[in-house]
């Protein structure tokens, strides 16, 4: 199943399945395009918790090591934007990069998951480009200006059951419709049941919260006007569009 959060074209908010027809409620279908409804993030997270290469061609491109522990920042939930959303950029920086990212959806308030019994907790995936401003992340230390700026977190378009996301399922970039990274889960590093394992040793996660499980190598600058599209088999594709501000 493929958990969707929209706007109806009452202004409710309301939590359809997405499916092949379109976005079912009840007896009432929408096409995801409809412009009486709006798309809304799947899930409203109290923090985001990324993960910082965990692509050993994504290390190599960025001329750092392979970590011998999950690298761990966080992103607030300032941060979120929705599929078809445009995100301003921040203004005057000389390069804003995308990051395809799977995210891991929380499903339970949880703390010190062991990792044989990490999927237990785990509601679903979903599509997260982590927009990063590179001109203050690379001089800052707890990169709060290169990570955490508003809507720097598009999500989307749904939630998607772990029976729908294969364990190599692939990921995607692709800007104005030219592809720029092409990668899949089975490259992680460290794996899901790692990743949880370790975070909920040193924090309790809450339901609707995000693990952001780091970007293969291809990651580049958005430009004024361009468009982009995430996909992540098994979820969707999430799109948005940017602009300078």
């Not at 799947?42 to 692509?55: A, D, F, M, Q, W």
């Not at 607030?76 to 950029?89: F, Y």
């Not at 692939?170 to 394992?197: A, C, D, H, K, M």
């Amino acid at each position: 199943m493929r958990r969707v959060r929209f706007r109806d074209p009452a202004g409710t908010v309301r939590q359809g399945e997405w499916t092949d027809d379109g976005i079912i409620f009840g007896s009432d279908t929408y096409e995801p395009t409809d412009e009486a409804i709006d798309v809304l993030a799947p899930t409203e997270p109290s923090k985001i918790v990324c993960v910082g290469l965990n692509y050993a061609d994504h290390a190599a491109e960025s001329n750092m090591e392979i970590p011998d522990r999950p690298l761990l920042f966080l992103k607030p939930p300032n941060t979120l934007s929705s599929h078809g959303d445009t995100v301003t950029l921040p203004a005057g920086k000389e390069r804003v990069d995308f990051e395809a990212e799977i995210a891991i959806v929380i499903g339970e308030q949880c703390r010190d998951v062991d990792a044989e019994d990490a999927m237990s907790v785990v509601e679903g995936f979903t599509c997260l480009n982590d927009i990063s401003n590179r001109d203050d992340q690379e001089i800052e230390q707890n990169w709060i200006r290169g990570k955490a700026f508003d809507n720097s977190a598009p999500v989307g378009p749904v939630v998607a059951t772990p029976d729908e996301v294969p364990e190599d399922a692939s990921v995607e970039l692709r800007v104005n419709g030219e592809t720029r990274q092409s990668s899949s889960r089975s490259e992680w590093i460290f794996s899901l049941p790692e990743l949880i394992e370790e975070i909920t040793t040193y924090m309790t996660l809450e339901p609707g919260d995000l693990i952001s499980t780091g970007t293969p190598a291809g990651v580049g600058p958005l430009e004024d006007g361009d468009t982009v599209e995430l996909e992540v088999e098994g979820v969707g594709t999430l799109e948005h569009s940017v602009r300078e501000a």
